[in-house]
């Protein structure tokens, strides 16, 4: 085992938090939640997210900062070490699957949002609703372009993780992460203020509490609340692999979850009252191109909108940068760990692998895409991944973390770490119901109701 010396720790007390905040805030925020949101028909999927994200997954963010911390392994080595001789370690192998899984898609959506940098700044999509949904569908049917802009953020990903200027990411979000949310919420003034924004707000904040009976809602708000925090595959578990003891776990939590939430709920008070003020506006149908459409029209109202459209989209994908890091590096340390290859083999088969897993989400989207109607799904192959990934496999990771703290590893020693060197976690008696009793239960219920609607 690894102890902590060796293994290395965050470079400045707050390196943890951003780190961790740069991982969780990302695409999911501003791409994934208004697009889930649309989906999920409005206020209610937001209601249920939030519950989800407060008695579900911000628990479950602790268990596993605590896991890492205590182990000081990757996912996998953590399991096993703590509970040798025994099948656990899967939780971890899981997790590998899952991140280079989400990778595939999520790299897909990243080259999007680096190629709408250029698209904003020169005015290339613009004009009215109908031209930038159309110029969104020739985009993303334009294969050889979206192979290369997915090879792209591959290598990028992969040439951080190797070269070793994580310090530099560190610092970066440091300046980044404050500019996206002063971005953000001149847009949300912008959007709020627009003729016909009141319908919008109507949709994302008056609950239509029948959407509460279809049990699709709920299991779409968990995954989406897993894959915006970064939780259920190990890569908080990872991260607080490299925490120091000094670090207040709790606090920590408190911060991250704060600031992906508000981050995400911003999003939705830019895209609905902006996309309420488009005629003909309907986000059940747009998916995943909702962010591509609505906002190249909102910054068009703006003056100086393509410069500050193209800053916007920029920062957005930094933002998706700092995700896929944390997305890699889970699949890459456990080979590490595991299997003793060096960091730079890791590295290259992993990006490898999960390169060719891309290539269909990457050719399935637009009219003419090859994977873009499957049959049994009715969807294409981008839509799987990220229900396989996100609706399933994260929320199924975090129900055996609970599971796994709360009664493997037990309740007290995670404890223990909580208050090393004193912490204070004077929530200790809610957090172990959660995690003992509420994550599994909640959790485990979703899965199998959606289970039995859908099969
Ligand atoms: N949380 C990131 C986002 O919202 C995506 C992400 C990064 C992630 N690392 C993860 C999701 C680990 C699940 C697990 O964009």
């Known amino acids: 085992m690894n102890t902590s010396h060796s293994r290395g720790t965050w470079g400045s007390r707050s390196g943890f938090i951003l780190a961790a905040a740069g991982s969780a805030v990302g695409l999911g925020n501003i791409w994934g939640f208004p697009t889930q949101v649309g989906q999920g028909g409005g206020a209610a999927f937001v209601l249920v997210y939030l519950i989800c994200v407060l008695l579900i997954c911000a628990p479950i963010m602790v268990a596993e900062i605590a896991l890492g911390r205590h182990s000081r392994l990757s996912p996998a080595g953590a399991f096993r070490n703590l509970a040798p001789d025994s099948s656990w370690w899967i939780v971890g192998a899981l997790g590998v699957a899952t991140g280079a899984g989400i990778l595939s898609f999520y790299s897909v959506i990243s080259g999007w949002t680096i190629a709408y940098v250029w698209f904003t700044a020169t005015s290339a999509v613009s004009g009215n609703a109908e031209s930038v949904n159309r110029f969104f569908e020739a985009f993303t049917s334009n294969g050889i372009v979206n192979l290369a802009l997915t090879s792209l953020v591959l290598g990028a990903t992969a040439t951080i993780l190797l070269g070793g200027v994580r310090a530099g990411i560190e610092r970066a979000t440091k300046t980044l992460m404050p500019a996206l949310i002063v971005l953000l919420l001149i847009l949300a003034m912008r959007a709020v203020t627009l003729p016909g924004a009141e319908a919008g707000l109507d949709y994302y904040m008056r609950p239509d509490l029948t ?245």
């Open 211 to 455: 959407r509460l009976l279809d049990v699709s809602v709920f299991n779409a708000a968990l995954g989406q609340a897993f894959f915006s925090l970064s939780l259920g595959m190990g890569a908080m578990i990872t991260y607080g692999s490299y925490l120091g003891r000094r670090e207040a776990i709790g606090t920590s939590t408190v911060w991250i979850v704060i600031l992906d939430t508000s981050i995400a709920l911003l999003a939705g008070f830019i895209i609905f009252p902006a996309g309420f003020s488009i005629s003909g506006f309907d986000p059940t149908s747009s998916g995943p191109g909702l962010i591509f459409t609505v906002l190249p029209r909102l910054f068009s109202t703006i003056p100086g909108g393509n410069l500050f459209g193209a800053a916007f989209f920029l920062l957005l994908s930094m933002a998706a940068l700092t995700s896929t890091i944390s997305l890699l590096e889970v699949p890459v340390s456990h080979c590490v760990d595991t299997r003793g290859w060096s960091r730079r083999k890791a590295v290259a088969i992993v990006t490898g692998c999960v390169f060719l897993l891309a290539i269909p989400s990457s050719l399935g989207n637009g009219a003419v895409g090859l994977f873009s109607d499957l049959p049994i799904i009715g969807g294409n192959f981008l839509d799987l991944m990220a229900t396989i990934w996100n609706n399933f496999s994260l929320p199924i990771g975090g129900l055996l973390t609970s599971i796994f703290v709360g009664r493997v590893w037990h309740v007290n020693r995670a404890l223990d770490e909580l208050r090393a060197e004193g912490a204070s976690f004077p929530v200790a008696p809610l957090w172990i119901f959660l995690v003992k009793w509420v994550c599994p239960v909640a959790i485990g219920s979703i899965i199998i109701a959606t289970a039995l609607v859908t099969f």
